[in-house]
């Protein structure tokens, strides 16, 4: 029962998804073959040419045999960008590999899946209607956000489309009702105004071995992750949302008035690229403005154009649609995922309110857990470490004997293999009372326990632990779980969020920015336990905050590109807490870094006037691309157009006009450009504050900015210079100051020194 040494497990969300990593057991499986941009808007002709032409590569390497080819096939992809999935030996994709046309061939990989007082905390105080006070988000209802997740719920109070107005003449999307053997009356209205699924990867890897696990062939939720991301970005105002009595109050959506489209590319055991892939070239298609994805890979990830969130996003991004992801639940220094420049990547943290149940130590001691367990124990219970349950008893008879009736402490850290439930499922089969969750990685997540049950961290564990000593028979009682704010000081980064540098790219910071993602409560499926709402912990919840912010952006500026969007949403985010210190980070308390929160944690308000934005277009992720080393063919293939990499020698990925600036090689001295664009005031003036990076001198050229009309572009050069070699990596930040006010926005500085011996 304690826990055992393996791979760490990184889910998105952290409660109740044990999802368990497949091996492919056959030789032959299923691999993406990537050709690069695809053919949106163009003819049904084109559309048959280029099936034709896959069909053909297909025969090619099954030796002629067109029925071969046939059986082989999974999907095409066409429309935002084109390819496609097939079941293939290791040698049949190598052959396919080096053809013609094709940019990579990778292989099906899994992924993981990785309120509403989030938003009463962030200060985003709107009516029931989502309208923020003197702005105008009214046209909300025009922007539509795509949910590539477990698909929905549409009978939850949270997606009534009472008083919505018709679904809005762009979208081309589509709602599939489902198979026969589901329940078949999935249904869209005019808040879900899209559904569709994707099955044919998910099959083809596990058909046989878990038919059981498909459920609802349609693209209604039967696990509840989709609903609740759904929900926390764009859910209705419902009066009396909670969980077994905990976090009462109404809740809803950042954009309650935006429209959804539902992606059903996971399931149960988790989603598919082959899958995924597919719901973003129809995502891009069908007319979405924004697309969320709450999932990704374990880390490190492969490169952008052998990974399936990369190349879907990046064709997204073209398409001027924003891609909001989660960094990753890893925590460890260099494991945060989704590390594309076109994609904004959200950390997780926490607001001030807690689910807290203390455990009564027999000497008087109250010691504050958190949990989502509300069963009253009516006296103290004799209490035990579950390694002395297990220990020097021979058979599980024993072991049994020796927990039942009993409280037991068990750990769980970053390599245990068991998810936090089903440690708590074990603890009931052993017929234990009670169990207190030693939780390092988890700390502040409120978990759902078997048996009553809290969670405590590392040095309040240590504390119990030591009780147990002083006494030969030690007891506990533990109180049931309630709610209360304002006992930390918020926000604080989550133990669990992973953490930069980009392992992929250094040049560029990930995570972007930071949300709420500890103990969420929004929308469940009911299929999943029977429950309407539920409180989930991981950067899966922060992303879709995110995306519900970026929904309201676009609402009140429809014209924004991603980048702009994703500007204002990363410039206007705070490092401060409540009592104006930089931002703690769980588990240690220490002061977070750009590291752990990106630009910081999001502010809603200020991000819907940002005054400025650094924008970037298409063009200027080519260039990056360029930069880290894409070859001209390949190149073309993902672009579709003639461009080369003409600048290839003298620019770098620090090019790239991003709101945040990474040096993680600097030798002596180095600077990089970066592009303003005035979208506040007519006119105004902006004055530069640096502070900088621990032994690194900085000056920015000019200091000075004037601005003389609404869209007119600045540029800036910021220059960095060696003065005591730090070692490791050091953070300092460039604000911008608004007519010699407060800072407008400000940008992070993360720099690195290269010692002479790495040289
Ligand atoms: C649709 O299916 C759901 C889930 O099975 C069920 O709860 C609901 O009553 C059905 N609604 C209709 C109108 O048949
Ligand atoms: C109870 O035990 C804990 C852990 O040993 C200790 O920290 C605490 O001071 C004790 N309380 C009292 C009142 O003795
Ligand atoms: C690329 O260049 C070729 C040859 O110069 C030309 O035929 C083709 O039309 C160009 N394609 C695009 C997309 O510009
Ligand atoms: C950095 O700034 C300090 C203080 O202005 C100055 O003394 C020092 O020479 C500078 N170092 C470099 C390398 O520019």
Redesign the pocket.
Same mark, same amino acid.
């Given at each position: 029962m304690a826990s055992s040494p393996g791979r760490a497990v990184s889910f998105l969300a952290l409660s109740l998804m044990l999802l368990e990593a497949l091996r492919c057991c056959s030789c032959s499986q299923v691999y993406v073959v990537y050709m690069g941009k695809g053919l949106l808007g163009n003819s049904d002709r084109q559309y048959d040419i280029l099936t034709a032409l896959h069909h053909k590569m297909l025969t090619a390497v099954h030796d002629g045999s067109s029925e071969k080819a046939q059986a082989s096939h999974v999907y095409t992809y066409s429309s935002g960008f084109q390819g496609f999935a097939a079941k293939l030996s290791k040698e049949q994709a190598t052959k396919l590999a080096e053809m013609p046309g094709v940019v990579s061939v990778f292989p099906n990989t899994k992924r993981r899946l990785c309120t509403t007082h989030s938003w009463d905390f962030m200060g985003l105080s709107t009516d029931a209607e989502g309208e923020v006070p003197g702005l105008s988000t009214k046209n909300q209802e025009n922007v539509i956000v795509g949910f590539i997740d477990t698909g929905i719920w549409p009978e939850s109070p949270s997606f009534s489309d009472h008083g919505m107005s018709p679904v809005p003449k762009k979208w081309r999307g589509q709602c599939q009702i489902g198979e026969e053997n589901s329940p078949s009356n999935f249904t869209c209205n005019r808040k879900i105004i899209g559904g569709r699924y994707y099955l044919n990867g998910y099959q083809t890897e596990e058909g046989g071995s878990s038919k059981n696990a498909i459920k609802f062939i349609s693209p209604r939720d039967s696990s509840g992750h989709g609903s609740h991301t759904a929900s926390i970005t764009a859910g209705r105002f419902v009066r009396n949302m909670n969980y077994g009595g905990l976090g009462t109050g109404g809740g809803r959506g950042g954009a309650p008035m935006a429209r959804i489209a539902a992606y059903k590319a996971c399931w149960d055991s988790g989603c598919y690229d082959v899958d995924i892939l597919a719901a973003f070239n129809d995502a891009i298609r069908d007319g979405v403005d924004i697309i969320s994805v709450s999932l990704g890979p374990d880390y490190p990830q492969g490169d952008y154009f052998s990974d399936a969130i990369s190349i879907g996003s990046f064709h997204a991004t073209s398409n001027g649609i924003l891609v909001v992801s989660s960094a990753g639940n890893a925590g460890r220094q260099g494991s945060a995922i989704n590390l594309a420049p076109w994609m904004l990547t959200v950390a997780a943290g926490a607001t001030d309110r807690s689910f807290a149940s203390y455990v009564r130590?027999a000497?008087? @001691?109250f010691i504050m857990g958190e949990s989502l367990s509300t069963y009253h124990m009516k006296t103290s219970i004799r209490t035990i470490p579950a390694s002395e349950a297990n220990a020097g008893y021979f058979t599980p008879y024993q072991s049994r004997t020796k927990a039942r009736g009993n409280i037991l402490i068990c750990r769980h850290n970053e390599g245990s293999s068991q998810s936090r439930v089903s440690m708590s499922m074990n603890v009931k089969e052993a017929g234990a009372a009670g169990m207190i969750l030693i939780d390092e990685m988890g700390d502040h997540v409120a978990n759902h326990f078997a048996v009553p049950g809290t969670a405590v961290g590392q040095a309040m564990g240590d504390?119990i632990l030591?009780?147990l000593k @002083?006494t030969r028979h030690a007891r506990t009682m533990i109180l049931p779980a309630k709610t209360i704010f304002g006992v930390r000081d918020a926000p604080l980064v989550a133990a669990f969020s992973s953490r930069g540098p980009s392992s992929l790219t250094p040049e560029i910071l990930k995570p972007d920015v930071a949300a709420p993602g500890l103990n969420i409560l929004a929308a469940w499926s009911p299929a999943k336990n029977n429950m309407h709402f539920n409180i989930l912990s991981g950067t899966s919840m922060a992303c879709p905050h995110v995306t519900g912010i970026a929904a309201l952006v676009k609402s009140v500026y429809p014209s924004w590109s991603p980048s702009a969007i994703k500007s204002a949403i990363m410039t206007t985010a705070t490092v401060l807490n409540s009592k104006g210190k930089t931002i703690p980070r769980d588990p240690d308390g220490r002061a977070a870094t750009p590291f752990d929160f990106g630009s910081g944690f999001m502010d809603p308000i200020k991000a819907l006037n940002p005054g400025i934005i650094f924008d970037a277009q298409p063009e200027d992720y080519k260039s990056f691309l360029c930069a880290i080393s894409h070859d001209d063919h390949s190149l073309h293939l993902i672009t579709g157009d003639n461009c080369t990499c003409t600048h290839k020698a003298s620019s770098s990925a620090t090019a790239l006009n991003y709101p945040s600036i990474t040096i993680p090689y600097l030798k002596k001295s180095y600077s990089v450009t970066r592009t303003m664009t005035n979208v506040g005031n007519a006119r105004s003036t902006y004055i530069a504050v640096v502070s900088a990076p621990r032994g690194i001198n900085v000056t920015v050229t000019p200091e000075v900015l004037n601005f003389e009309n609404y869209g007119v572009k600045r540029k800036f050069t910021v220059s960095f210079h060696v003065d005591v070699p730090p070692r490791g990596y050091v953070f300092g930040s460039l604000s911008w100051h608004e007519n010699g006010r407060d800072a407008r926005l400000t940008m992070p500085l993360v720099v690195k020194v290269l010692t002479s011996d790495k040289a």
């Open positions: 130590l000497n008087g @001691t504390k030591s009780y @002083t």
